[in-house]
């Protein structure tokens, strides 16, 4: 639902969409009669003939320990390092996922710091995928060059060699989380698609970088959406 509404702005060119949390009357559910207050995302938006409005059911907010638990976490989970993934890299990641879907629900996510990134699904007998060299690599100061694994070879070869190198941060994940944390960038229009993935595995963080509207060229580190998307669980079977 919180996607369509986004896409009902973006489609309808909105020029202004404001969101309030507000508790609404909604009659009880055991059907005795009777109303219970329920918290609701309120959606307002207007543009040249047209106007927006959206109530959606949430559930009720968090307590402050929940609200600074999940910061927490989100503050620990930070990555060596980023690749720069721009957005129209993204569109065609997400062109990729669309035919991988077909052959298996997971993908394989691998990044190096040369700036390498492996996108590829795998069957028995058979290995599809992407390989995406020479992305930007935030920090600054952290990439290495793209010579240290040569280039000739396939890209399986190239990824087996990093991985002798330890060189390969690597996890496996529903395509369909992937999919759905890039296909914000389409709705968004962020600026930069920083991607990561710890060395010990665990999560993929996705964060989508926007710029000030108020500063010419300048990024502001306030305006972003930041995923950790789950991977899959390796239990040794």
């Known amino acids: ?56 059911p949430v559930s009720d907010p968090l307590r402050p320990a929940q609200v600074d638990e999940l910061k927490e976490y989100c503050d620990f989970v930070m990555q060596p390092y980023y690749l720069d993934v721009q957005p129209y890299i993204a569109t065609t990641l997400l062109a990729v996922l669309d035919r991988l879907k077909g052959m298996s629900g997971n993908v394989a996510v691998a990044v190096l710091p040369t700036g390498d990134l492996h996108v590829r699904a795998e069957e028995p007998g058979m290995e599809v995928g992407v390989e995406l060299r020479g ?39 529903q395509s369909k989380l992937l999919h759905r944390a890039l296909s914000a960038t389409q709705i968004t229009q962020p600026h930069q698609v920083l991607l990561g ?25 306030s305006m972003y959406m930041s995923m950790h998307l789950p991977v899959c669980v390796d239990d040794g079977g």
């Open 135 to 173: 992305l930007k690599i935030l920090p600054e100061g952290v990439a290495m060059a793209e010579g240290g694994l040569g280039t000739g070879g396939t890209p399986a070869q190239r990824l087996a060699q990093g991985k002798t190198q330890g060189l390969v941060s690597e996890v496996v994940m």
């Open 197 to 221: 993935v710890p060395q010990e595995g665990g999560c993929v963080h996705v964060t989508l970088v926007y710029k000030n509207p108020n500063a010419a060229n300048a990024y502001d580190d």
């Open 1 to 56: 639902m919180l996607l369509r509404v986004f896409k009902s702005a973006t489609s309808n060119e909105l020029d202004i969409l404001e969101v309030k949390l507000v508790q609404r009357s909604m009659p009880a559910p055991d059907g005795r009669g009777g109303t219970v207050s329920r918290p609701f995302l309120s959606f307002r938006g207007g543009g040249t003939d047209v106007q927006l409005v959206q109530d959606m």
